[in-house]
């Protein structure tokens, strides 16, 4: 089992998945103050499961874009759990989970994380097979700068930032966003992601792994592949 936690934004999950199926789900919207409730539960998760952390063969985090505090204490959680019993850690952009929860749709999806300062953090990935294909590196951008790029392009917005842009993407032509249900990321989908890194081996340096804020020494990478 993979216990996946996710932190990145102001609502938080956390969840029990097998390869084959998700075993608990566990999902609360108690805004930033969340991450300070991780392992309250991580607790409830484990006695609701009947299991205890040595049961699990790994942990996956949300490694960001996303709130600085949630990042960081998620993460700190993350490792604590696989220091304690040696388990490998897997970490999945906060961008790519949103995006998974739209399997197989023939159209680009943009998922877009309020950022603050007028600014998103965004990434643009191929839904076509059922798992995100990364079109575009994560970056920071103006909303306005994102919209025009895309403009006249078939593009479904997902995430909180499609919530807080919806009129500047209503205006865009052949731009959508999709129901507020799909729009948060959610630990079950970062716990099938995570299995399928961890398939090949695709885990983190614990004693290096930091959480991607893209913001400030990050920005610049995000620069480096803006949206197509």
């Not at 300062?117 to 839904?127: E, F, S, W």
């Amino acid at each position: 089992m993979i216990l996946s936690l996710d932190t990145a934004t102001i609502s938080g999950s956390i969840a029990l998945v097998e390869r084959d199926r998700v075993i608990l789900n566990r999902y609360f919207d108690l805004g930033l103050y969340h991450a300070q409730h991780i392992f309250t539960e991580i607790e409830v998760v484990c006695d609701l499961a009947k299991i205890s952390i040595k049961n699990l063969t790994a942990v996956a985090i949300s490694i960001g874009p996303g709130s600085f505090t949630g990042l960081r204490i998620g993460l700190a959680a993350a490792k604590g759990l696989c220091l304690v019993d040696n388990l490998p850690l897997i970490a999945v952009s906060s961008l790519e989970i949103i995006a998974a929860r739209l399997p197989f749709i023939a159209v680009p999806v943009c998922s877009i994380i309020d950022a603050r300062k007028q600014q998103v953090y965004a990434a643009l990935y191929n839904l076509a097979s059922g798992y995100p294909e990364c079109l575009s590196e994560a970056e920071v951008v103006a909303p306005e700068i994102l919209f025009k790029r895309r403009f006249g392009e078939p593009t479904y917005y997902t995430g909180d930032g499609a919530v807080s842009y919806a009129d500047k993407i209503d205006q865009t032509p052949r731009a959508w966003r999709v129901p507020v249900y799909c729009q948060r990321p959610q630990a079950d989908v970062l716990g099938v992601l995570a299995w399928r890194k961890l398939e090949i081996n695709q885990v983190e340096d614990i004693e290096k792994v930091e959480p991607f804020y893209i913001r400030g020494a990050d920005a610049e990478k995000g620069k480096q592949s803006p949206l197509v």
